[in-house]
């Protein structure tokens, strides 16, 4: 009989008024399922499973639970997996955005209702890592990360193809005229060779190098792709090693510190990962009780080139990263500019990870050093100004050059679905001079979609324009690239300074000098504020509840009950 009263199978009992009685109740119970008392006394590691048919991303993640399930049995410990929400890009509506503090939510009251001594989190599609580290954190208890792994590249007449940058200039390509419908039927067959996470350094991948930098993942974690035996290696040491964290207690917020995130900031900028990846570190700061700021993130754009060599920015992809080194590699790379006494679930610093790593060979050209970036530093960019007082960002590693100053008339869509009703209407007259706006799409109006990156108008693409400047409330794939402004805050449907923008108003942009600003005179924008109309909350439900409580994209879009201090920290 296993006498350990708090731990293990005897951990969060369940409330009968008699803990003896739930305790004899729950041996009961699992005795229909075959465990006996030598199971019982084991250590109990949990295991998410974000299995699901809708998340293609996961395809192969079954085969990974019992892979973790086999390393926690080897290490003497009892895996009990368990099914959270999966959060898929592709097959939600309207973005998974909106549902990544439900997830996280519900992560967090699974780990802390059920009885476990550790936690293996599975995820790695976009919003599915950040929801499982926030909610790791609030839960507190021993915790690690696996994930999916990218996929592999597919093939189209002699190119190598990956989701979702391949797909975005192909399909601008197919709009522009320069591919038939056969090309493009043909493309989409090819784009997705494999089952896991997008191949390019998208937000999938950028989380991945980031939870594996702040420490919460075994060295290597981040990039095997998903349909290799390196995947499946990683997913037995990680089972072996929540047992070992079982034993220890080493819970998150023993590793996690302000220099943790600023190492994180830094890798973020070495890789020109993911715009969204900083509204994702925020929220993951504020969920330990740190703070990072739009400026904190900005002074660490300014000393930190980008050294990866991988989609959108550069012209490699995950493999090549992978087969480089990975994030170990980098790290190794980058550390004059990272604190190496930072700590890790194994229980060694990133000092003591980075000495036993090689650095990146002479031959590969994936992982570049610091004397010979790929490009130079402000990798991503706070901006702000009239239009974004609250801040906002730019990747301009993946923008135009020749548009980082601008100055053009403003032509305004309210939605996502205005903007497909209109954007390719000749009559509406935009010129490549002009500045789109889209407004209503940030966390309050619309659970901010990935749709900042709007297209250029058809019959412009036909005349070879390919980027122009678009500034929104809304979020961008990690997968997109132009010059986009995103994350406008406070957003529209908030009051913010977007709303009051009219098709014409001189809108200029500076990236330089950090600034974006709608030049219209003061008094004109008292007069229009005086007769806004802020959009209905929606009516019920999840929706409602995440409207009337999340917070703007500049503090990490969680919902303001769930971060410490509430509302105002």
């Given at each position: 009989?296993?006498?350990?009263?708090?731990?293990?199978?005897?951990?969060?009992?369940?409330?009968?008024?008699?803990?003896?009685?739930?305790?004899?109740?729950?041996?009961?119970?699992l005795?229909?399922?075959?465990?006996?008392?030598?199971?019982?006394?084991?250590?109990?590691?949990?295991?998410?499973?974000?299995?699901?048919?809708?998340?293609?991303?996961?395809?192969?993640?079954?085969?990974?639970?019992?892979?973790?399930?086999?390393?926690?049995?080897?290490?003497?410990?009892?895996?009990?997996?368990?099914?959270?929400?999966?959060?898929?890009?592709?097959?939600?509506?309207?973005t998974?955005?909106?549902?990544?503090?439900?997830?996280?939510?519900?992560?967090?009251?699974?780990?802390?209702?059920?009885?476990?001594?550790?936690?293996?989190?599975?995820?790695?599609?976009?919003?599915?890592?950040?929801?499982?580290?926030?909610?790791?954190?609030?839960?507190?208890?021993?915790?690690?990360?696996?994930?999916?792994?990218p996929?592999?590249?597919?093939h189209?007449?002699?190119?190598?193809?990956?989701?979702?940058?391949?797909?975005?200039?192909?399909?601008?390509?197919?709009?522009?005229?320069?591919?038939?419908?056969?090309?493009?039927?043909?493309?989409?067959?090819?784009?997705?060779?494999?089952?896991?996470?997008?191949?390019?350094?998208?937000?999938?991948?950028?989380?991945?190098?980031?939870?594996?930098?702040?420490?919460?993942?075994?060295?290597?974690?981040?990039?095997?792709?998903?349909?290799?035996?390196?995947?499946?290696?990683?997913?037995?040491?990680?089972?072996?090693?929540?047992?070992?964290?079982?034993?220890?207690?080493?819970?998150?917020?023993?590793?996690?510190?302000?220099?943790?995130f600023?190492?994180?900031?830094?890798?973020?900028?070495?890789?020109?990962?993911?715009?969204?990846?900083?509204?994702?570190?925020?929220?993951?700061?504020?969920?330990?009780?740190?703070p990072?700021?739009?400026?904190?993130?900005?002074?660490?754009?300014?000393?930190?080139?980008?050294?990866?060599?991988?989609?959108?920015?550069?012209?490699?992809?995950?493999?090549?990263?992978?087969?480089?080194?990975?994030?170990?590699?980098?790290?190794?790379?980058?550390?004059?500019?990272?604190?190496?006494?930072?700590?890790?679930?194994?229980g060694?610093?990133?000092?003591?990870?980075?000495?036993?790593?090689?650095?990146?060979?002479?031959?590969q050209?994936?992982?570049?050093?610091?004397?010979?970036p790929?490009?130079?530093?402000?990798a991503?960019?706070?901006?702000?100004?009239?239009?974004?007082?609250?801040?906002?960002?730019?990747?301009?590693?993946?923008?135009?050059?020749?548009?980082?100053?601008?100055?053009?008339?403003?032509?305004?869509?309210?939605?996502?679905?205005?903007?497909?009703?209109?954007?390719?209407?000749?009559?509406?007259?935009?010129?490549?001079?002009?500045?789109?706006?889209?407004?209503?799409?940030?966390?309050?109006?619309?659970?901010?979609?990935?749709?900042?990156?709007?297209?250029?108008?058809?019959?412009?693409?036909?005349?070879?324009?390919?980027?122009?400047?678009?500034?929104?409330?809304?979020?961008?794939?990690?997968?997109?690239?132009?010059?986009?402004?995103?994350?406008?805050?406070?957003?529209?449907a908030?009051?913010?300074?977007?709303a009051?923008?009219?098709?014409?108003?001189?809108?200029?942009?500076?990236?330089?000098?950090?600034?974006?600003?709608?030049?219209?005179?003061?008094?004109?924008?008292?007069?229009?504020?005086?007769?806004?109309?802020?959009p209905?909350?929606?009516?019920?439900?999840?929706?409602?509840l995440?409207?009337a409580?999340?917070?703007?994209?500049?503090?990490?879009?969680?919902?303001?009950?769930?971060?410490?201090?509430?509302?105002?920290?």
């Amino acid at each position: 009989m296993n006498n350990k009263k708090n731990t293990g199978i005897n951990r969060n009992l369940t409330s009968y008024g008699d803990p003896e009685f739930s305790r004899y109740l729950r041996r009961a119970f699992l005795a229909s399922a075959g465990y006996d008392d030598t199971d019982l006394d084991r250590p109990v590691v949990g295991i998410v499973n974000t299995s699901s048919d809708y998340n293609i991303c996961h395809r192969q993640m079954p085969e990974m639970v019992e892979a973790v399930k086999r390393g926690v049995f080897e290490a003497g410990g009892l895996a009990l997996a368990f099914p959270t929400i999966s959060l898929n890009e592709i097959l939600t509506s309207p973005t998974t955005m909106l549902y990544r503090n439900l997830m996280a939510m519900e992560t967090e009251e699974m780990i802390t209702a059920q009885p476990m001594d550790a936690v293996v989190l599975l995820g790695g599609c976009d919003k599915t890592l950040p929801a499982q580290a926030m909610a790791a954190v609030s839960a507190n208890l021993p915790a690690l990360h696996v994930v999916t792994g990218p996929m592999l590249t597919g093939h189209w007449k002699g190119q190598r193809l990956g989701a979702c940058t391949d797909c975005r200039r192909l399909w601008a390509e197919y709009r522009a005229g320069k591919l038939t419908d056969r090309d493009i039927r043909e493309i989409e067959q090819s784009l997705c060779a494999t089952g896991g996470t997008c191949m390019v350094m998208g937000t999938a991948s950028t989380m991945a190098c980031l939870v594996e930098t702040l420490g919460l993942m075994l060295p290597e974690g981040a990039t095997p792709p998903h349909a290799t035996g390196r995947r499946l290696k990683n997913c037995v040491a990680s089972g072996r090693a929540a047992v070992e964290l079982a034993r220890t207690g080493r819970k998150p917020t023993d590793i996690l510190t302000q220099a943790s995130f600023d190492n994180a900031v830094t890798v973020l900028m070495a890789l020109s990962g993911s715009t969204n990846a900083v509204i994702h570190l925020i929220a993951l700061a504020r969920r330990a009780g740190i703070p990072l700021s739009l400026d904190r993130i900005n002074q660490t754009s300014k000393k930190v080139p980008v050294l990866v060599d991988c989609k959108p920015a550069g012209k490699g992809y995950m493999e090549d990263f992978h087969n480089a080194g990975g994030v170990p590699a980098l790290l190794k790379v980058l550390a004059p500019h990272l604190n190496t006494e930072t700590m890790t679930v194994t229980g060694s610093s990133l000092g003591d990870l980075i000495k036993e790593t090689r650095p990146p060979g002479s031959r590969q050209t994936a992982i570049r050093h610091l004397s010979a970036p790929l490009k130079e530093n402000e990798a991503i960019k706070v901006l702000y100004g009239t239009l974004a007082p609250g801040g906002a960002v730019i990747k301009t590693a993946s923008a135009s050059p020749g548009l980082m100053r601008h100055r053009g008339p403003a032509v305004v869509f309210d939605s996502p679905e205005d903007a497909a009703e209109r954007i390719d209407d000749p009559a509406l007259g935009i010129t490549e001079n002009h500045v789109m706006i889209l407004r209503n799409c940030g966390p309050v109006g619309a659970g901010m979609p990935e749709a900042g990156a709007l297209p250029v108008p058809v019959y412009l693409a036909r005349r070879g324009v390919r980027d122009m400047v678009r500034v929104s409330d809304a979020r961008m794939s990690g997968t997109a690239y132009g010059t986009v402004i995103l994350h406008c805050a406070p957003e529209a449907a908030a009051g913010g300074p977007l709303a009051l923008v009219r098709d014409g108003d001189p809108i200029e942009l500076d990236v330089p000098s950090g600034r974006i600003d709608l030049a219209v005179p003061p008094e004109e924008l008292v007069k229009r504020r005086a007769s806004l109309v802020l959009p209905a909350l929606p009516e019920r439900g999840w929706k409602r509840l995440y409207a009337a409580h999340v917070n703007q994209a500049n503090r990490g879009c969680d919902l303001d009950f769930l971060t410490p201090g509430g509302e105002n920290n």
